[in-house]
Every structure is written in structure tokens, then in C-alpha cells.
Nanobody, 115 residues
């Protein structure tokens, strides 16, 4: 397994942008799919973006066209560029492999979209 540390969250107005970063405790080169998960207040955590080691991506319908996931295998990092943010994007964002390692959830990055 690995440990993940998320950063880059904050308060942003609707329509704004944020870039989240995830640092892994070990090489992610052998992790086929890395993902970003979103947990909205009072709701279950859900996968919103995934990326394979080769760079193929997939997105939840709710973020498609607005979010962009990327990974740097050499630096053991995964990123999430979040554009055109909406209030419903509010919540805590976590990175983990897909499917996730249960013991590897970090503290997450809090994102609040509000005017």
C-alpha cells in the first residue's frame, strides 16, 4: 500500500478554479489507476476522476468537461485541475488508487465553493 497526502484546497467563488495535488509515499508507477474521490457533506465518497498509468482518463458525468486529472509517475504525484467550480463541488477531495486501498485514505483537501 501507500499513503497519500492531498493539498491545494480552499474557498473559491462559483466559476473559479483550484488545482489539487496528491503526493504518494511510494512509487505510483505500478498503480494502474489513480483516482480522485469527492465526499460532499453528508454523502458517501465517490470517484470523480481516474487516470491510468498510461494517461487514459475517465470522469464522472458531474465533472466531465470541467475537471482534468493528470499524473507524474516520476514525482509520485497526481493532480486535479478543477475549473468552472459549482457549489455542489463543495466537499473533501481524496486521492487513492481505483479501487481504493481502504487503509490509505489521507486527510483530504477541503474545497468550498461559495459566494
Amino acid at each position: 500500500q501507500a499513503q497519500f497526502v492531498e493539498s491545494g484546497g480552499g474557498l473559491v467563488q462559483p466559476g473559479g478554479s483550484l488545482r489539487l495535488s496528491c503526493a504518494a509515499s511510494r512509487s505510483i508507477f505500478t498503480i494502474y489507476v489513480m483516482g480522485w474521490y469527492h465526499q460532499a457533506p453528508g454523502k458517501q465518497r465517490e470517484l470523480v476522476a481516474g487516470i491510468t498509468v498510461g494517461g487514459n482518463t475517465n470522469y464522472a458525468d458531474s465533472v466531465k468537461g470541467r475537471f482534468l486529472i493528470s499524473r507524474d509517475n516520476a514525482k509520485n504525484r497526481v493532480y486535479l485541475q478543477m475549473n468552472s467550480l459549482k457549489p455542489e463541488d463543495t466537499g473533501v477531495y481524496y486521492c487513492n488508487k481505483d479501487p481504493p486501498w481502504v487503509g490509505s485514505w489521507g486527510q483530504g483537501a477541503q474545497v468550498t465553493v461559495s459566494s
